[in-house]
């Protein structure tokens, strides 16, 4: 229902326009009989960690994405700690990547013991380019950190390129692009090693979970001894690991998600081309738009605040989190504008900073459906009906002490 007056918004006590709330998560279920069966596969072997369901796992995501290799860990986060740690150039301290970028991946960084060197972003891709990562580099580079952004992909061919010009190593975060291809290639085989999430956010639920793609047969075997403490196959230790082991139901979980893929991101888009219909009433936002030559998952929905939206985007947050729309700004705060335990290194960085302020993801994902869209569309156009109203309300709501 259209709010007909300021009354009738959730922030001035009127019904929110969802009883329950819509996020920005995927949270995508699986077919529950073909999760069941590979459950009860796991159940009988008798077996938890290590085996087959795993393994077989391994071999379906290395065919999906067409590499040698796929090894899974039992998060995003320790895969991509641990290629790090494998690829930095020994000696050496600091990683080029992007500040406008997920809110955790310095922290993984700092784990790996390794500094955040932060570069610009594109300003038409919003990520890392060659362009923008060359001026970071120094005698102290020991990585260079491709992060695929949450729609379309960075250029990963310039990237590789900047790799061999220089001898710097190349490693892809490719979570927010698993599904996708770049200039007609799958995402998998770029660089040394390209990293994935199968957290429950993310298009393959495993509820907890990543994988690390790769061409290279010395860093998987290097891989599959890091995940667990460092022993080789035989049992003998070679190096010092961690336990990063991904659990027998987490794979079947996996399993059952890839199994369903294709049929999700059909669903995907139609609920992304939903959004491209519904918000072309609501000019002042600007989709984001999937370059349709590639192939994408079309998960998240991103939309850019134009000059002419009529309140700020935090004061925008608060009355769609009323309305129990879970929006997020996108990527915001940039990474080196948050405060850290560890050391960071950057330069000027005005475009990211500019970029931080200016973006927004709506609801996405397994439990928003077509009509919810619509009524998300409705009331961002609601917003912009009632701006100048909306406007006086804040200004009357600072007054008031
Ligand atoms: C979620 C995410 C990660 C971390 O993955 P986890 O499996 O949650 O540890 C890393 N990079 C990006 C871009 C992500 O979105």
């Known amino acids: 229902m259209a709010k007909k007056a300021l009354s009738d918004f959730a922030i001035a006590g009127g019904e929110p326009v969802f009883d329950r709330i819509r996020s920005i998560s995927n949270l995508v279920r699986p077919d529950r009989e073909r999760f069941f069966e590979y459950s009860r596969l796991m159940f009988d072997s ?95 580079t020991a990585l260079l950190l491709g992060v695929h952004p949450i729609v379309n992909c960075c250029d990963a061919d310039g990237l590789e390129r900047l790799s061999a010009e220089t001898g710097i190593p190349l490693m892809f975060d490719s979570v927010e692009s698993a599904y996708e291809t770049y200039r007609g290639r799958k995402v998998g085989a770029f660089g040394r090693a390209e990293c994935f999430s199968m957290q429950s956010s993310k298009l393959f639920n495993a509820s907890e979970g990543g994988y690390v793609t790769t061409q290279d047969d010395e860093l998987a075997q290097r891989l599959r001894r890091k995940r667990r403490l460092g022993l080789s196959a035989d049992g003998v230790w070679r190096e010092p690991g961690m336990n990063a082991v991904q659990s027998e139901i987490h794979a079947a979980m996996a399993l059952s998600t890839l199994d369903g893929v294709h049929e999700q991101v059909r669903a995907n888009r139609v609920r992304y081309l939903r959004y491209a219909s519904g918000l072309a009433a609501v000019p002042q936002l600007r989709l984001l738009r999937f370059d349709e030559a590639e192939r994408h998952g079309f998960k998240n929905i991103v939309v850019e605040i134009g000059s002419d939206w009529p309140i700020t985007r935090q004061r925008t947050l608060e009355l769609l989190h009323a309305e129990n729309m879970l929006c997020r700004a996108y990527y915001s705060p940039a990474l080196h504008q948050k405060k850290t335990g560890y050391a960071m290194v950057w330069g000027d960085l005005q475009q990211t900073e500019r970029f931080a302020e200016r973006f927004l993801m709506l609801p996405c994902g397994y439990f928003v459906s077509e009509e919810d869209v619509d009524r998300i569309c409705e009331f961002l156009g609601d917003i912009v009906r009632h701006g100048p109203s909306l406007v006086a309300r804040q200004a009357q709501e600072a007054r008031t002490p």
Request: charged fraction near 20%; include cysteine; aromatic fraction near 8%.
């Open 46 to 140: 008798g077996q938890y960690s290590g085996g087959s369901i795993d393994a077989l796992l391994e071999e379906r995501l290395a065919r999906f994405h067409e590499t040698r290799h796929c090894i899974s860990f039992c998060g995003g986060f320790w895969g991509l700690v641990l290629s790090m740690q494998c690829l930095a150039l020994p000696g050496r301290t600091e990683v080029v990547m992007p500040s406008l970028t997920y809110r955790r991946l310095a922290d993984i960084v700092a784990w790996a013991g390794l500094t955040p060197h932060y570069c610009e972003v594109d300003p038409v891709r919003l990520c890392i380019t060659a362009e923008t990562a060359r001026p970071c580099i120094n005698e102290r």
